[in-house]
T-cell receptor, first 117, second 110 residues
């Protein structure tokens, strides 16, 4: 399986500040997709943002943006103007580029974000 | 909300008993997946399906089987539950740029 690395087990950020959650990936295939999910304490997996490997621009969705640096194989999630409700676990994932696993998503181990008042 | 539901949401079962978890989608997606989530491991793929009666193994398939007799339903079966299968199980559906998950099933094997 392709590898996803999230090096920050836990992060703190103050309310209204921006925060960057790191994600690096490893693949030799030119075609892939990168996803970010939020998992609050209630347990559901909430899709946040997608970046395709051929997309020319960094993806944005509201307060979420993806800092995609293809040469460095990094896909960091930036959350602007943090809110208390952003406190959650965040997972980076990559869609497998081939059919051997049904183009499944391969996940990192996650980063726990705590937003403080 | 994506139309994907899991049942049951919680289950406690005894070691050695069979258990079946159900995933139901209303989106007509071809691909469906079962993952398990354990502390320190993120989500790991158990099995996936690429169509009716078409299934294959994922990274952690030992002890699990699946079936897909209809597009909308993907069943995960633990033939003989073990304590190591205590976990949170997620079903997912995917198109090219989005992947949606069910609410999860918390399974405890005692």
């Amino acid at each position: 399986a392709q590898k996803i690395t999230q090096t920050q087990p836990g992060m703190f950020v103050q309310e209204k500040e921006a925060v960057t959650l790191d994600c690096t990936y490893d693949t030799s295939d030119p075609s892939y997709g990168l996803f970010w999910y939020k998992q609050p304490s209630s347990g559901e997996m909430i899709f946040l943002i997608y970046q395709g490997s051929y997309d020319q621009q960094n993806a944005t969705e509201g307060r979420y943006s993806l800092n995609f640096q293809k040469a460095r194989k990094s896909a960091n999630l930036v959350i602007s103007a943090s809110q208390l409700g952003d406190s959650a676990m965040y997972f980076c994932a990559m869609r497998e580029p081939n059919s051997n696993s049904g183009y499944a998503l391969n996940f990192g181990k996650g980063t726990s974000l705590l937003v403080t008042p | 909300d994506a139309g994907i539901t899991q049942s049951p949401r919680h289950k406690v079962t005894e070691t050695g008993t069979p258990v079946t978890l159900r995933c139901h989608q209303t989106e007509n997606h071809r691909y469906m997946y079962w993952y398990r989530q354990d502390p320190g491991h993120g989500l790991r793929l158990i099995h996936y399906s690429y169509g009716v009666k078409d299934t294959d193994k994922g990274e952690v398939s030992d002890g699990y089987s699946v079936s897909r007799s209809k597009t909308e339903d993907f069943l995960l079966t633990l033939e003989s539950a073990t304590s190591s299968q205590t976990s949170v199980y997620f079903c997912a559906i995917r198109d090219f740029t989005e992947a949606f998950f069910g609410q999860g099933t918390r399974l405890t094997v005692v």
